[in-house]
């Protein structure tokens, strides 16, 4: 009989992945900083790299068979996946950075999307930037969700019905194929993460359990192709996206935001949830 690997992490086990939670909020602050109007996205990647190197870690992306680089770059049209290169970013673009830091054996996994400014296009960047906004929200509703949740379904409906609550008329379209994750030793554990609700509960929340939540929404319709590379997720009828991640634990005292340098006070503050360090 083959026994099947617990998706709940020991107390000690929680704490090693602090430092690479860490590392990767720093790598993305480095993207962050530079993302401008000029900048291309092979030059976002390897600020990210800096970082992660720097610090005595590995960009878990690396590790999937196939990718060599150390972020995920999607613009525009693009939601998840996109490959960094010698694309130049433009004004009034929207860009998702996703990014990942494996240190001593353990993972970190999180992005977020940014616009950039167009006096010349406000409606666009006005549209774009409430996508952003509504997803990055959408986000923190689910982490608020999982420090009271029984089982993990309830996370999704969170992200959702945030989403449907706040998106702008006639509605934003939520990624279906692509869904959030468990991660520890591997940066893609199980159990799945719905962004969306779905009649099985799911697996009770408890703790031990480490999950990277990421909403990924988009404008129109939520139907997406993968481009020629191979890698990259854009919608089928051209209009933008948003991804926004983190990586977040639960353990005896209550929830934190791995990725986040704050444990997550700021985002959880609308929502009443006070963060609590891992012991």
Known sequence: MSLRRSIYKSPAQ??????PGLITA???DAVRGLIAPGVTTAELDAAASAVITGRGAKSNFQMVRGYRHTICTSVNEQV????????????????????????????GDSAFSLVLPDPTRPDVVSARQRLSDVTEGSLWAGIAALATAKHL??????IQGYIEANAAEPGYGILREYVGHGIGRKMHESPSVFNYRVSDPGPEVKPG?????????VIGDQETFVEEDGWTVSTLDGTAGSHWEHSVAVHQDGIWVLTAADGGAAGLAPFGIAPRPIA
């Not at 990942?100 to 054996?105: D, I, L, M, S, T």
């Not at 359990?209 to 929404?217: F, G, K, Q, S």
């Open 14 to 19: 929680l704490r090693a992945m602090v430092e």
């Open 153 to 158: 379904g309830e996370i999704g409906t969170a």
């Open 26 to 28: 720093a790598a993305l």
């Open 209 to 217: 359990l480490v999950l990277a939540i990421e909403p990924m929404v």
């Open 80 to 107: 998840v996946h996109g490959i960094p290169g010698d694309r130049v970013l433009a004004p009034g673009d929207i860009v998702s950075v996703d990014a990942g830091a494996e240190y001593q054996g353990w993972n």
